[in-house]
């Protein structure tokens, strides 16, 4: 539990963050987390971020290869590296090797931090049990105005 991550969107994502915690030792990485230029303007999401070293960690499932995601992918990772932010990508047959993984990690933090920052961190998300009570408190609300329900 105490590696569980409630903003990750894949199993793989989350194999790929216990790679970059256990096998590389890095800090817990934010996962999922708006980054936004100087100006406001978001920039992408990325499924790790090492805030520190200014590293994204992103994997590529078999989704990312379609035409039009695969374009989007190419450009979000221009607007990070624009930004400052180093980039490091995976697909899934690199979860298998993962001396692989850190080895491609630690070059990507060997490049990190030769252009300046010229990003931020967009809002805090909103914890999970949040978002579920916000639920539960709206499924209760309609199951009150059902006709025919007992009270």
């Given at each position: 539990?105490?590696?569980?991550?409630?903003?990750?969107?894949?199993?793989?994502?989350?194999?790929?963050?216990?790679?970059?915690?256990?096998?590389?030792?890095?800090?817990?990485?934010?996962?999922?987390?708006?980054?936004?230029?100087?100006?406001?303007?978001?920039?992408?999401?990325p499924d790790l971020l090492d805030p520190e070293r200014g590293i994204v960690g992103e994997f590529a499932g078999a989704v990312h290869r379609h035409r039009s995601r695969h374009r989007s992918d190419v450009r979000r990772e221009d607007l990070f590296r624009r930004a400052g932010l180093e980039y490091v990508e995976v697909v899934g047959a690199d979860l298998r090797d993962r001396a692989l993984v850190v080895d491609r990690m630690e070059a990507a933090a060997a490049r990190?931090?030769?252009?300046?920052?010229?990003?931020?961190?967009?809002?805090?998300?909103?914890?999970?049990?949040?978002?579920?009570?916000?639920?539960?408190?709206?499924?209760?609300?309609a199951e009150q105005g059902t006709p025919g329900r007992a009270e």
């Open positions: 539990m105490p590696f569980a991550g409630e903003h990750s969107a894949s199993p793989q994502e989350s194999r790929f963050r216990l790679i970059w915690q256990l096998d590389a030792g890095w800090p817990r990485p934010l996962v999922n987390r708006d980054v936004l230029d100087l100006e406001g303007r978001f920039l992408g999401r990190a931090g030769r252009q300046p920052r010229r990003w931020q961190l967009g809002p805090t998300p909103t914890p999970l049990d949040d978002v579920l009570d916000q639920r539960d408190a709206m499924i209760a609300l």
